[in-house]
């Protein structure tokens, strides 16, 4: 069981970018999914997240910049990052567990994180 995140890079002020979450080896689609985010010297903190009926969640912080979505024939969920700032460097990691929610304690199958680098 394994959820594999990509879509990260260098990527300039005011860009975006499309990070993936695919799994492998079990059927996600009854699970919820998370992104979450850790800073270099800061704690890892919600991003986002989707029930598996599709209802989403956000954080206060990305301001309505990210869009959270899945795909559940492809066993996919995306974060669409627009407007990136250079406070949104960080790895970012995706989350499954049966139920939605903000806490990552919560979550108990993550994948290896993929990050993000915003330039001024």
């Known amino acids: 069981v394994q959820l594999q995140a990509s879509g990260g890079g260098l990527v300039q002020a005011g860009g975006s970018l499309r990070l993936s979450c695919i799994s492998s080896g079990r059927t996600f689609s009854y699970y919820a999914r998370g992104w979450f985010r850790q800073a270099p010297g800061k704690e890892r903190e919600f991003v986002a997240a989707i029930s598996s009926g599709g209802s989403t969640y956000y954080a206060d912080s990305p301001e309505g910049r990210f869009t959270i979505s899945r795909d559940n024939a492809k066993d996919t969920v995306y974060l669409q990052m627009n407007s990136l700032k250079p406070e949104d460097t960080a790895v970012y990691y995706c989350?499954?567990?049966?139920?939605?929610?903000?806490?990552?304690?919560?979550?108990?199958?993550w994948g290896q994180g993929t990050l993000v680098t915003v330039s001024s």
């Open positions: 989350a499954a567990r049966l139920g939605v929610s903000r806490s990552s304690d919560s979550y108990n199958i």
